[in-house]
């Protein structure tokens, strides 16, 4: 149970000491870094209280269960879509003329965008009905299991907002593998390299990171899609980006950084298939 009295005493004394820092702070970029925080933190409305543990469970379900579904659905269904046609000579055909090829281009990224929507809405809809249906406390601050965050967010508006971040990086990872197919004729190289992608971010997390781990490592592999796709990870706690001197929070830059990424990533697929068609 979150208690709001001593939830709001802390949250005073944190707002203050935030202001003091960035009053003592020696950069301008600081000043602004501590200046947010504190807005931020100053937000939360602790009143809301009950038990959280479900809705932590959620969120954690979420970015574990929809993601493992969300990597089987991707790697075994749209990191083949191209090399499958050439292993079994398709290709040949498809691209024998010089036309049509980028319209087909588009119906794979239609029906992969379709395919990765289609599941994120039904594991989110069958995870409310079957599981956390007619539970109360949606309305509990996240603070109440995410203790460092200082995001004024309820556990309804960021498993609100993680459904739609998932969404947007699931739809960019499935473009990437995409183009990968694109690429590759071989099947089993295709889909190797699309657990790679997908998997290898918390491999190198596991296997190589440990408590010296310098932050802007463990920050900088928040941006592979395949942590990103865990999207209460980006949430937890208070991460800035220093873009031309102003702090940038991590989810916003995530986010811009996944479209950016993405649309540079169709702008080369059409530009490849393109260049086939001579």
Known sequence: M??????????SKVVSSLRQEGEEASTVYEKRQFSLQAGLTEAIDYRPVGNYQTFDQLLTFSGTGGYALLAVVLI????????NEYQTGVA????????GRKQLLTAKLMVSVALVTGTILIYNLVQLLCFFRGHSGWEIPIQAAYVNSPYPLTFAELYGISILYQLVIAVSL???LLFLSMLIKQTVVAVFLGGLIVGGPFLIETVLFNTETLDFMLNLMKFTQGQALSVYVLFREYVTVNVFGYP?????AVLVVTLITTLIVVKLMYRVIGRRMA
């Open 2 to 11: 979150l208690e709001a009295a001593s939830a709001y005493d802390r949250q």
């Open 76 to 83: 075994f269904g749209t990191a083949v879509s191209f090399s």
């Open 92 to 99: 040949a055909y498809l691209y024998s003329s010089r036309h």
């Open 174 to 176: 499935v473009i990437v």
């Open 248 to 252: 940038v929070l991590l989810p916003i």
